[in-house]
T-cell receptor, first 114, second 112 residues
Framework: DTGVSQNPRHKITKRGQNVTFRCDPISEHNRLYWYRQTLGQGPEFLTYFQNEAQLEKSRLLSDRFSAERPKGSFSTLEIQRTEQGDSAMYLC????????????FGEGSWLTVV | GESVGLHLPTLSVQEGDNSIINCAYSNSASDYFIWYKQESGKGPQFIIDIRSNMDKRQGQRVTVLLNKTVKHLSLQIAATQPGDSAVYFCAEKLNTGNQFYFGTGTSLTVIP
């Protein structure tokens, strides 16, 4: 059983550029979450999907952020016109609704905006 | 967001001793709690969970205690080992949704 897979693991981009992160959840997990984590802080919720439906979005998810899960399997998180304040680790997690609700995280994608 | 806080940001223990990491939460509507361990540069790793209808749950070398009266959660690690050095987070889920709220974390350092 493979865990949650995220790529790229590291991304350095210039301010103003667009970046996209991909997450492959644990097989058969129907819920997928995106979190953001900065140094010294706990993960902050951004959004989550159940199958292909985006059910909840945080106020942290500005208009420059968009997440998709078109076929209910992998998901992408795109950040447009990146700003230095977007530098963080972007974590993906997945769970199987109707069971324990435990969410399992991937190793994260580090974003550095220069 | 909800307030999930930790009493101590850092904790140092001698190898072999027991560790206790505390967490306070603010919302009485929280129905599920998870403890995660996060090593440097990695994603949070599930350790143990507990539902609000329980007071205690034990795993391998770890025990979680839940006191709903004072909204307090603790993680006990028995016979702490150097490999336990990491940042530990508690996370809570409200009964009204499916997202988890995380505290700031406690950094545990095990001294050999």
């Amino acid at each position: 059983d493979t865990g949650v897979s995220q790529n790229p693991r590291h991304k350095i981009t210039k301010r103003g550029q667009n970046v996209t992160f991909r997450c492959d959840p644990i097989s058969e997990h129907n819920r997928l979450y995106w979190y953001r984590q900065t140094l010294g802080q706990g993960p902050e919720f951004l959004t989550y999907f159940q199958n292909e439906a985006q059910l909840e979005k945080s106020r942290l998810l500005s208009d420059r952020f968009s997440a998709e899960r078109p076929k209910g399997s992998f998901s992408t998180l795109e950040i447009q016109r990146t700003e230095q304040g977007d530098s963080a680790m972007y974590l993906c997690a997945s769970s199987l609704a109707g069971t324990s609700n435990t969410i399992y995280f991937g190793e994260g994608s580090w974003l550095t905006v220069v | 967001g909800e307030s999930v806080g930790l009493h101590l940001p850092t904790l140092s223990v001698q190898e072999g001793d027991n560790s206790i990491i505390n967490c306070a939460y603010s919302n009485s509507a929280s129905d599920y709690f998870i403890w995660y361990k996060q090593e440097s540069g990695k994603g949070p790793q599930f350790i143990i969970d507990i539902r609000s209808n329980m007071d205690k749950r034990q795993g391998q070398r770890v025990t979680v205690l839940l006191n709903k009266t004072v909204k307090h959660l603790s993680l006990q690690i028995a016979a702490t080992q150097p490999g336990d050095s990491a940042v530990y987070f508690c996370a809570e889920k409200l009964n009204t949704g499916n997202q988890f709220y995380f505290g700031t974390g406690t950094s545990l350092t095990v001294i050999p």
